[in-house]
């Protein structure tokens, strides 16, 4: 059982790093979501998460043609757009976590119905934020050996 430790430093293999955001949380964060992420952060997490991308437009309520109107346009995310690309990224670091840096693990664990969530497949509830709350909520247990 692992010991919940906020302070621990990142790894280099934490998707919010290659997304190219400030930090995982805090103000810098904040105000980076106000401003827009690049529409090149869903490359970047279909390369690293090997979701297709109609899936990570999916899982983020992301329209495939407001996409194209951003990419066309200035090239940023709204900052609503830009915030379920930082859940999508969170819950996946929290993933990888979990599965102590095993990134195939954890992305066939996001992809399977599991118990702790009423057999949905944690995947399927990162479209809105009551759902990544109770994925992130069972990785916790997970992680501190809770299974109840």
């Known amino acids: 059982m692992r010991t919940f430790s906020p302070s621990k430093g990142p790894t280099n293999n934490e998707l919010w790093r290659s997304a190219g955001f400030p930090a995982s949380r805090g103000p810098e964060l904040i105000l980076r979501l106000r401003q827009g992420l690049p529409v090149s ?3 970047t997490i279909h390369s690293w ?4 991308k109609a899936d990570i437009l999916r899982i983020t309520g992301i ?16 900052p609503e ?3 379920k690309i930082a859940r999508l990224i969170r819950v996946a670091d929290a993933a ?3 599965f102590e840096g095993d990134r195939e693990k954890a992305i066939s664990w996001l992809r399977k119905p599991v118990r702790g969530l009423g ?8 479209n809105t934020e009551s759902g990544a709350v109770e994925v992130l909520e069972l ?7 809770v299974f109840s």
């Open 96 to 98: 990888v976590a979990l």
């Open 49 to 52: 998460v090997g979701f297709p």
């Open 41 to 43: 952060v869903i490359e």
């Open 139 to 145: 990785i916790g247990k997970l992680e501190h050996g």
């Open 81 to 83: 757009e830009s915030e």
């Open 119 to 126: 057999n949905e497949t944690p995947e399927s509830l990162l």
């Open 63 to 78: 329209n495939a043609k407001t996409l194209s109107r951003r990419k066309a346009g200035s090239g940023i995310l709204s």
